[in-house]
């Protein structure tokens, strides 16, 4: 079993940034595929960002693209999402996730990933 341990949310005003980290306790943490979703209160959980095992393979819901950066350090067994010009339809929990298979490039879908974070709460006020 994965751990993954999300940190970073908090509240910022609208054009504020957060950058949210995910720390796991992984040893095949480098050639993972991790992912970044989020929900919002009464809505269903999106795909935020992805990260393959190259750090070259990203991709971003339409929305984060521009503002949003998904970085990895392997050193760190740590996957980052930098969030910038946030805006108040951004506040939603965020979720870190990683996918069991490994050496496979970004993956966009829920069904995609087998280990979840606990979620880190982001509001962003107008």
């Known amino acids: 079993q994965v751990q993954l341990v999300e940190s970073g949310g908090g509240l910022v005003q609208a054009g504020g940034s957060l950058r949210l980290s995910c720390a796991a306790a992984?040893?095949?943490?480098?050639?993972?595929?991790m992912g970044w979703f989020r929900q919002a209160l009464g809505k269903e959980r999106e795909f935020v960002a992805s990260?393959?095992?190259?750090?070259?393979?990203?991709s971003y819901v339409d929305s984060a693209k521009g503002r949003f950066t998904i970085s990895r350090d392997n050193a760190k067994n740590t996957v980052y999402l930098q969030m910038n010009s946030l805006k108040p339809e951004d506040t939603a929990i965020y979720y870190c996730?990683?996918?069991?298979?490994?050496?496979?490039?970004?993956?966009?879908?829920?069904?995609?990933?087998?280990?979840w974070g606990q979620g880190t709460q982001v509001t962003v006020s107008s």
């Open positions: 996730a990683r996918s069991k298979l490994l050496w496979i490039g970004v993956r966009t879908s829920t069904y995609d990933y087998d280990y």
């Open positions: 990260i393959g095992w190259s750090p070259t393979q990203t």
């Open positions: 992984d040893g095949t943490f480098s050639s993972a595929t």
